[in-house]
C-alpha cells in the first residue's frame, strides 16, 4: 500500500513516515521543501496549491495529512496563513483524495474542544476552540468530516495529545527547558509550572497512525493523548535533575490552552492503540537524543 504523508519533513511528520515504512507501507512525503529521510520519496508542494496535492496523491490508496501550520504561536501572529495552510490544506486534501480514492488519516489536536465543560473530555464534549490555531485545526476537520459524509472519502481524525520526543522543534517547552538547564542557564516557568498536559511520545502518536491507516473505520474522530497529566514544574524537575540549574517563576504565557483530562479510551477500544512510552523514559530519552546531536 502506498501512503502520501503531507507535513513528512516537519515533527510529526518524520515520526510518522518513519513508523509507516517500519510497518511495511510505501511512503512518499509532500512538504514545502524536500526532506532527508531514506527509502521515501518525496513530492515538494504547497497544500494551498489543489493541483499540486492532487498530482503529488495519484497512485496513492493513504493520504496521512499532518502538513500545517503546527505552531501554535505562528498561528496567532499569522492567522490567516493558518487559515489558507490548515483549513484550505485539508479541502485539497479531501478533493484529492476523492479523485484518486483514497483514505485519510488527518492530524487533529485535543486543542479543538476548548475550556473544559466537564473531564475527561470525551470524542463527544464539545468543540468551542478560541485560538487560530485549534480554530483552524477544527475547520480542517470539519471540511475533511463532510468529505466522509458527501463524498465518500473514508476520513478518520486523530486529535492528537501534545507531542515531545526527538526531533521536536527549538521553541517548545521541552527543548527551551533543557537547551537552557545545559548551558547551565536558569529555567523559568511561566506560570505557576501547575498546568498540566497529557504529554504524548511522538513515537506512540505514530503508532496511531498505523493502526488507523489499517482500520476499516471512518467517518469518526479519536482522541490519541497519553493517560498522565504531567505539570510544567514536573518537566522541569525532570530536566534539572540531569542538568541541575536554578528554576524560577514569571508572568503566564498568553494562549496556551487551559489544562483539562483528555479520555483515550475510545482509540483504545475501537483502534486498539495503546500508549507505550512513560513520560520518564520519554524524557530522558529525549535528552539523550539532544547530547548526541539531537
Ligand atoms: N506537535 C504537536 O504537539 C501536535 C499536537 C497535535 C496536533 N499536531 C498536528 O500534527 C501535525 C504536525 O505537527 P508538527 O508539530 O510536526 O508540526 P511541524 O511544524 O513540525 O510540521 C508541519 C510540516 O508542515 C509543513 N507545511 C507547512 N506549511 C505547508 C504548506 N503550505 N504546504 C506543504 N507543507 C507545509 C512544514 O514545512 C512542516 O514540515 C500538524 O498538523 C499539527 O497541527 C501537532
Redesign the pocket.
Known amino acids: 500500500m502506498r501512503i502520501l504523508v ?10 510518522v513516515a518513519r513508523r509507516l515504512l517500519t510497518d511495511g507501507f510505501e511512503v512518499t512525503g ?4 524536500t ?1 532527508s529521510m531514506p527509502d521515501i520519496s518525496w513530492v515538494e ?5 489543489h493541483d ?1 496535492v492532487a498530482t503529488a496523491a495519484h497512485g496513492h490508496q493513504l493520504i496521512c ?7 501554535v504561536y ?1 498561528a496567532a501572529e499569522h492567522p490567516a ?1 493558518a487559515a ?3 483549513v484550505v ?1 485539508c479541502a485539497n486534501v479531501a478533493l484529492a483524495a476523492e479523485a484518486v480514492g483514497a483514505k485519510v488519516v ?6 479543538v474542544y476548548g475550556k473544559a465543560r466537564y473531564e475527561p473530555m470525551d470524542e463527544n464534549h464539545p468543540c468551542a476552540p478560541d485560538h487560530p ?1 485549534s480554530i483552524t ?1 477544527l475547520a ?1 476537520e470539519r471540511i475533511l468530516l463532510a468529505a466522509d459524509l458527501l463524498r465518500r472519502v473514508p476520513v478518520i481524525s ?7 520526543g526527538p ?3 527549538p521553541n ?1 517547552v521541552f527543548r527551551v527547558f533543557i537547551d537552557k538547564a545545559r548551558r547551565g542557564e536558569p529555567i523559568t516557568i511561566q506560570g505557576s509550572g501547575l498546568q498540566g498536559r497529557q504529554f ?1 511520545h ?1 513515537s506512540d ?1 505514530a503508532g496511531a497512525f498505523s493502526s488507523a491507516c489499517k482500520s476499516d473505520l471512518h467517518g469518526d474522530a479519536f482522541n490519541v493523548v497519553a493517560p498522565e497529566q504531567i505539570t510544567i514544574k514536573q518537566l522541569a524537575e525532570a530536566v534539572v535533575a540531569r542538568y541541575p540549574t536554578e528554576i524560577s517563576f514569571g508572568d503566564p504565557r498568553p494562549g496556551d490552552a487551559p489544562p483539562a483530562m483528555v479520555s483515550a479510551e475510545k482509540a483504545g477500544r475501537l483502534l486498539g492503540w495503546e500508549p507505550l512510552v512513560s513520560f520518564e523514559e520519554g524524557v530522558a530519552g529525549l535528552m539523550d537524543d539532544l547530547e548526541g546531536g539531537g
Open positions: 503531507t507535513g513528512a519533513g516537519g515533527f510529526l511528520g518524520r515520526h509532500f512538504d514545502l521543501v526532506g508542494g504547497d497544500l494551498r496549491d499540486a495529512h499532518l502538513g500545517a501550520i503546527g505552531d505562528m496563513l489558507q495552510v490548515n490544506g488527518y492530524a487533529s489536536t485535543w486543542e490555531y485545526k480542517g486523530l486529535r492528537l495529545g501534545t507531542a515531545y526531533g521536536l522543534r517548545s504524548t511522538a502518536l
